[in-house]
């Protein structure tokens, strides 16, 4: 039997009555994480993982039916044994894994293998059935080291406040930016913030992370002379708006791993593109999905087919599940 199937509504498990990330409003939504295209609006009711639960309240509503579950408690419904297991993409974000008659299937998400210090890292479930979003599934996708990547930005800040540039690095608001922030070099110059920015670095900083002190850039007047010394994190919607005028001559950049195909950063327009992204590379996905153990790989969403064929040729029952994910930080904000 299978523990989760697709339907018009979102996954859907036939013995648990409950959809995982839904598309369309349900009764029973279980959450992987607080993306947009994964956690919507208008659900009955949601149950996620405890760390989530600030950042789904914030993009939500504080009104929301939201019950939580510590990672590795379990719960039984209808007979499910249901438990969230880290998966080391953003704040919050949790596997799903279902045992039901012996039978256990792994709903994971978005998720990446390498830890990054601003959630808990991923860590691989044994089960039958592992069920693995695909958005950088082609063998062509390898990140860079992160540390390499973290020295290529705070160089470039250097850089540019040496010569009294003000530098914008465009990246998702939730997730990559708490990630870049993290990672700056805090004595270069002030970080300063876009206000799409700043809410969710607060959650962040309620759940434990680390992250330097970050001021709002709209406090910033254009003649200010601190400001040519900045960082401005900003979400990629702020990019040719009238908010950017304060900047005056500026440098700007875009994180993202779709920076590494160079066609993307020349459709952006920016000066720089860092490669950094909070999805699992070509050989992470394969390196996750081997270490579940699973025969049974069913793919949601981005280069399906491409890791569909690679798994199958493997001699693993791998196959595509339609859904709606993929709207979301990488994907949309360079489409
Ligand atoms: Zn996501
Ligand atoms: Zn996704």
């Not at 680390?210 to 900045?230: I, M, N």
């Not at 950017?244 to 440098?251: E, I, K, P």
């Not at 791993?257 to 950094?276: I, P």
Request: glycine share 10%; aromatic share 10%; proline share 6%.
């Amino acid at each position: 039997m299978d523990l989760v199937i697709a339907r018009p509504e979102g996954l859907y498990c036939p013995p648990g009555d409950f959809y995982i990330d839904p598309w369309k409003p349900v009764q029973r939504a279980v959450i992987t994480h607080a993306h947009g295209d994964h956690a919507r609006w208008g659900m009955g009711g949601y149950l996620a993982a405890q760390p989530s639960e600030g950042i789904l309240r914030a993009r939500l509503g504080s009104d929301i039916r939201l019950q939580t579950m510590a990672y590795g408690e379990s719960i039984d419904h209808h007979g499910v044994r249901l438990s969230f297991h880290p998966a080391g993409h953003v704040l919050g974000s949790a596997q799903v894994r279902l045992e039901y008659r012996g039978e256990v299937w792994v709903a994971s998400g978005d998720y990446k293998v390498e830890p990054d210090g601003t959630c808990e890292p991923f860590v691989p479930v044994r089960c039958h059935t592992f069920i693995s979003e695909s958005t950088f599934g082609l063998p062509i996708y390898r990140w860079p080291a992160q540390a390499e990547v973290f020295r290529q930005i705070n160089d470039w800040w250097r850089a540019n406040a040496a010569v009294g540039r003000t530098c914008v690095l465009f990246c998702y608001a939730f997730g990559k930016a708490q990630r870049i922030l993290h990672g700056l070099d805090a004595d270069i110059g002030p970080i300063l913030v876009h206000g799409a920015v700043e809410p969710l670095n607060r959650v962040y900083r309620e759940a434990g992370v680390c992250l330097p002190e970050t001021c709002y850039a709209g406090d910033f007047a254009r003649s200010d002379p601190r400001l040519r010394q900045a960082l401005v994190v900003a979400p990629p919607s702020a990019g040719g708006s009238t908010w950017m005028r304060r900047f005056g001559d500026y440098a700007d950049a875009f994180a993202s791993g779709w920076m590494m195909l160079r066609g993307t950063r020349r459709r952006r327009g920016v000066d720089r593109g860092f490669v950094l992204s909070d999805h699992a590379d070509w050989p992470g996905l394969l390196w996750a999905i081997e270490q579940t153990g699973a025969e049974r790989v069913m793919v949601t969403h981005g280069s399906v087919s491409t890791l569909v064929r690679y798994l199958c040729e493997r001699g693993l029952d791998a196959q595509a599940f339609a859904t709606e994910y993929g709207e979301e930080d990488d994907v949309a904000e360079t489409a």
